[in-house]
Every structure is written in C-alpha cells, then in structure tokens.
T-cell receptor, first 117, second 112 residues
C-alpha cells in the first residue's frame, strides 16, 4: 500500500486566497484525521471522520476552515479566506479503528506545508 | 488547555548514552499511550505503545514507562544512535475516546 497520500506537499499563497488540501487515506481504513502542527501547539487534531461522516470538529479553529469526505478514498481541508497565522504543516492520518490495541495506531501522510503570505 | 504535555522542547544526547523523553497528562481517564517519531519532511510514525494495565513496555532499544499515579510517562532509548535524532510525540487516549491527544513534541539530537 502506498500509505496516506497528501497533496500538495507545499503550498504558498497570499492572504485572502482559498486553500484546499487533499488526502487519500489507506484503503480499508474507516477513520480519517486532519491535524495541524505548529511550533507553539505541536500536533492539534482539527477534525476526524468515521466512514466519511464528520464525528468531531471541535478542533477546527474558525469558520474559515471546513473539511469534507465525499467518499472513502478522498478528503479535503479547505481554508477560505486564508490568513498568515494559518501557516503550518497540515497532516492527514487514517486508522482502521481509533480505539485501543496494537492495530489502533494512526498512519500519517507526509504533510502539506502551508505558507500564507 | 493541553491535556498532554511535553515540557522539554529539545534534548541533546551523546551517541551510546541513554535518552529519556518525558510526557505528562492531566486526564485521569486516559488509559492508552503511544509514542510517535517524526523525521523532517515526513509524517509521524508509530514507535511504541503502552496500556494502563502495564507500567512498562519494551521493544528493542525502546522502553516506555508509565506512572499512573503521577500521570507521567517516559520513553527511554538505550543506547541512543544518531539515527534516533527526530521529533518524538507522545499521545494519549481512552476507551471511550475516539481520538488521540498529542503533546507538542520533543526534538532529540543524538550526537556522534
């Protein structure tokens, strides 16, 4: 399996522009997670999906952020309009189950480094 | 408020010595803990885990210790190798939680 695939790997945009980050989870994984990594706060969970349904979006910072999962193999995280403070690395992760046990770890993609000027 | 804290942003250790990375948590409901390792330009990868029914779990050079009363866990790497240089995240969860809470990470530098 190719693992979790994210695109683009790098994104540089100007303040006010719309940004769309994409993720393809590992096939067969029922859970998909979006994280943001910053120096100050480390890895923050933004939102997660179970079987394409958003379960917990309490980590989404503002209404400018939205996420969708139209099918089991694709998810997007959109920021509109983007601001300089959104600059961070955004990770997508998938898991066969979020519970406990040896098989319940999350598999992360390589991340998208977003820079908003 | 962060429920999982890694208070040391960085740690430098000589090759061959022991590296000890620490993690504290505040939620007493957490009963499953993991460590992830992250290299630059890559996503975090799972390293080792421990359930609250244990106080120690060992995998090769890596050992995780859990002190439930102190709400503290630590990762020991013995002996440390230059290839261990990375950012290490601890994470915690519980049976009724469908997500993990991550710490802010500790950057380990193992000097040759």
């Amino acid at each position: 399996d190719a693992g979790v695939i994210q695109s683009p790997r790098h994104e540089v945009t100007e303040m006010g522009q719309e940004v769309t980050l994409r993720c393809k989870p590992i096939s067969g994984h029922d859970y998909l997670f979006w994280y943001r990594q910053t120096m100050m706060r480390g890895l923050e969970l933004l939102i997660y999906f179970n079987n394409n349904v958003p379960i917990d979006d309490s980590g989404m910072p503002e209404d400018r952020f939205s996420a969708k999962m139209p099918n089991a193999s694709f998810s997007t995280l959109k920021i509109q309009p983007s601001e300089p403070r959104d600059s961070a690395v955004y990770f997508c992760a998938s898991s066969p189950s979020p519970g406990q046990g040896a098989s319940d770890t999350q598999y992360f993609g390589p991340g998208t480094r977003l820079t908003v000027l | 408020d962060q429920q999982v804290k890694q208070n040391s942003p960085s740690l430098s250790v000589q090759e061959g010595r022991i590296s000890i990375l620490n993690c504290d948590y505040t939620n007493s409901m957490f009963d499953y803990f993991l460590w992830y390792k992250k290299y630059p330009a890559e996503g975090p990868t799972f390293l080792i885990s421990i359930s609250s029914i244990k106080d120690k779990n060992e995998d090769g050079r890596f050992t995780v210790f859990l002190n439930k009363s102190a709400k503290h866990l630590s990762l020991h790497i013995v002996p440390s190798q230059p290839g261990d240089s990375a950012v290490y995240f601890c994470a915690a969860s519980a049976k009724n939680f469908n997500k993990f809470y991550f710490g802010s990470g500790t950057k380990l530098n193992v000097k040759p």
